[in-house]
């Protein structure tokens, strides 16, 4: 095999590999998310993955208490928060 094909499929497994780490932490902030209940009132109406609005802000949250504790990179936290924004309806 050239270096060339050597170096391209390292490049692509480490994509792979951080793709992977990327859903991984996404279903994990979801997770915690859902676990816990805004204010024990029922939650604002679901957004069109099943996640509801107060949720998916609950879940903002996490993540900015997360990255000021220093639990994430900058660039996990600007890439998780514009996922989370971009899930929120507006109506």
């Given amino acids: 095999m050239s270096r060339a094909s050597f170096g391209k499929r390292e490049r692509e497994q480490a994509k792979r ?23 024990g009132e029922a939650a604002a109406a679901p957004a069109d ?18 990255h000021e504790n220093g639990d994430m990179t900058d660039d996990d936290f600007e890439t998780t928060k514009a996922d989370l924004l971009g899930r929120i309806q507006v109506d």
């Fill in 17 to 39: 590999e951080k793709a992977a780490n990327k859903r991984e932490r996404r279903q994990r902030a979801a997770d915690e998310a859902s676990a816990t209940d805004v204010d």
């Fill in 49 to 66: 993955d099943g996640v509801s609005t107060a949720d998916l802000l609950q879940m903002i949250e996490d993540v900015h208490r997360r």
